[in-house]
């Protein structure tokens, strides 16, 4: 069979399909993870993390957005943000909703983290702002939904525990074009992601070898392209290159989700749901289709400072050439 015969119409048509954005409406959000400690330097467990929610909950500032198993696993901001279990209850996500990407506000996300620290100080937790706490043998997994419990199934509980003790920042940002997020990817593939995860003294190596050592060690199988670059530099070999990944999780007519057995390329199986496959396939940089628009995520960037969080940003615009060479993000 021919590499052409192996391109899945079905995730060409999705990505071309989306809505882009003009220069005049281009949004981004921005998805923060934040590892918490006690005051031992352990990662806390799934009781101190329902006694921080619960205070929160109480004040004017945030609401329960979900509870599963009578815990608290999400609250909203008034401001429209998302604070979740990412997947240990040691790991938070503050996802911010959509903004013009000239008038992100990285003050208000600055000002929401340090509300939750103050919240979680209280119960003598802290934020680490590190990429990797050091305890990936502490079993937090907290499964929060159906979608993790039945990557548990999947993957094996004992292999799945590190991945909840890393944290990176991901960055969404509308496209104009399926070309120019295919050389955004190149661009960065080369001249950003690389850098980060090639040298043994980096912020993102450690990070990097637990992602490596999950795809390689997992009961699924995975195949190791799974993850990192995307070789290739056109979206035809973008969309042949995932159509070769293995569909590993299918959802039923209830919604309901479960292993594929036995799992298949993308472009041999039928009834395919392509956003859920597409959340599963952990490349630095992918092409995704949210809310009906084509975007990129930029996946894997390090979680240090907080102030961290907005220089990478800069650094990336940049050298996409959505900012000037000495032109500062404000907001």
């Not at 940002?173 to 003294?201: A, C, F, K």
């Not at 190596?205 to 637990?210: F, K, L, R």
Request: glycine fraction near 6%.
């Amino acid at each position: 069979m021919t590499s052409i015969n192996m391109v899945d119409q079905r995730l060409v048509d999705f990505f071309l399909s989306a809505d882009c954005c003009s220069a005049d409406d281009r949004m981004m959000g921005v998805e923060v993870e934040t590892l918490f400690v006690d005051r031992n330097g352990v990662p806390i467990n799934r009781y101190i993390l329902q006694d921080v929610f619960g205070e929160m909950a109480k004040s004017s500032q945030w609401s329960i957005a979900k509870m599963a198993g009578g815990l608290i696993t999400a609250l909203v901001h008034r401001n429209g943000w998302s604070l979740t279990v990412d997947l240990g209850c040691n790991d938070l996500e503050l996802t911010s909703r959509p903004y013009h990407f000239k008038a992100f506000p990285w003050t208000e996300q600055e000002q929401i983290l340090e509300d939750i620290y103050e919240f979680a100080q209280k119960f003598g937790v802290s934020p680490l702002k590190a990429s990797y706490d050091g305890h990936e043998d502490v079993d937090t997994l907290m499964v929060p939904d159906d979608r993790d419990r039945a990557w548990i199934d999947l993957d094996g509980q004992e292999n799945l525990i590190p991945i909840g003790h890393i944290a990176s920042v991901n960055y969404n940002i509308d496209l104009s074009s399926v070309d120019e997020g295919m050389h955004w990817i190149n661009i960065l593939r080369d001249g950003y992601h690389q850098p980060l995860v090639g040298h043994h003294t980096s912020l993102m190596h450690e990070h990097d070898q637990i992602w490596r050592r999950y795809i390689r060690e997992s009961r699924a199988n995975y195949q190791e392209w799974r993850y990192g670059h995307m070789a290739g530099n056109t979206f035809e070999l973008y969309c042949w290159w995932l159509s070769t990944i293995n569909v590993v999780m299918q959802r039923d007519v209830n919604g309901k989700l479960s292993p594929c057995k036995p799992a298949k390329p993308l472009f041999m199986t039928e009834d395919v749901d392509i956003d859920l496959f597409l959340r599963s396939v952990w490349l630095y940089d992918r092409l995704r289709v949210r809310n009906g628009r084509l975007a990129l995520e930029i996946r894997n960037v390090p979680r240090g400072s907080d102030a961290l969080i907005l220089s990478e940003w800069e650094v990336i615009a940049r050298k996409v050439g959505l900012l000037q060479a000495k032109e500062l993000v404000t907001g």
